[in-house]
Nanobody
Framework: QVQLVESGGGLVQAGGSLRLSCGAS????????MGWYRQAPGKQRELVAR???????NYADSVKGRFTISRDNAKNTVFLQMNSLKPEDTAVYYC??????????????WGQGTQVTVSS
């Protein structure tokens, strides 16, 4: 069993910054990728950023140049540095990871979500 535990959400004024963290723990052979999704009220969950085990990254167009994703492979942790935050970034942010078990089964896991609120 694998758990993803997020931290770092909160309330910030427009133009401010927040840093989200997500650590994976449990029975893990390897992690193919880790990433962040977000879901605003009344909207579908959308990809914010993703990083592979080889450090390839991709971002939603709406956050390019403002958000940076990184990971610490040794600690199975992914970070999302969010700068120049806008009110439209307000959402619940979910950590997501594709994890390979020791039996070589790939499973995608989700964190419980952390609220990010940006005031204007």
């Amino acid at each position: 069993q694998v758990q993803l535990v997020e931290s770092g959400g909160g309330l910030v004024q427009a133009g401010g910054s927040l840093r989200l963290s997500c650590g994976a723990s449990g029975t893990i052979f390897s992690i193919n990728f880790m990433g962040w999704y977000r879901q605003a009220p009344g909207k579908q969950r959308e990809l914010v950023a993703r990083i592979t085990s080889g450090d390839s990254t991709n971002y939603a167009d709406s956050v390019k140049g403002r958000f940076t994703i990184s990971r610490d492979n040794a600690k199975n942790t992914v970070f999302l540095q969010m700068n120049s935050l806008k009110p439209e970034d307000t959402a619940v942010y979910y950590c997501n990871a594709e994890i390979l078990s020791f039996s070589r089964v790939k499973v995608r896991y989700w964190g419980q979500g952390t609220q990010v609120t940006v005031s204007s």
